[in-house]
């Protein structure tokens, strides 16, 4: 199966460096130049975690200039990310989130004790194992080891 082909899911760290330039940037954009567009899937859950983290920057930005990022920059990158889900770029995916959130449950007793895993990237986690997908694009190196070791495919 061609790279063209494969439905891959997203977590935040990807989007990130997709809409903000960052020192991985260039090897998300290539990633995405290769023709993965349109077959990489976000949830709801993920949208809401990039939007609030982009404003969260804003706030540590306004607390200190040496932090975080502009208002206008932040602004900037939801509205990239709202123009790319209309081109669909990215898919939107509906989940059942009683279900999602079994998933993560038992994801969590398993994983979380031995290692240190955070909330989002078990739920992003049990996302990805909900769709029966099984992909996964991250720049975070302890969400990859978290999906590596439940058998799933990390592309970066």
């Keep these: 199966m061609g790279r063209s082909s494969l439905r891959c899911f997203t977590d935040t760290s990807f989007l990130c460096a997709l809409f903000r330039e960052q020192d991985n940037s260039a090897e998300a ?4 130049a290769t023709g993965l567009t349109g077959n990489v899937v976000v949830s709801s859950l993920v949208l809401w975690e990039f939007r609030q983290s982009a404003r969260f920057q804003v706030y540590r930005h306004s607390k200190d200039r040496t932090k975080g990022f502009s ?15 209309d081109a669909r770029g990215l898919l939107l995916e509906s989940v059942e989130w009683p279900d999602v959130h079994s998933l993560a449950e038992s994801l969590s007793a398993k994983n979380t004790m031995t290692g240190g895993h955070r909330p989002m990237d078990i739920l992003h986690l049990a996302t990805v194992k909900h769709l029966r997908l099984t992909h996964f694009l991250t720049f975070d190196a302890n969400q990859k080891k978290l999906v590596e070791a439940e058998g799933l495919v990390v592309l970066l």
């Design 29 to 32: 954009d290539e990633l995405m």
């Design 71 to 85: 208002k206008r920059e932040a602004d900037h990158m939801i509205s990239a990310l709202a123009k790319n889900l």
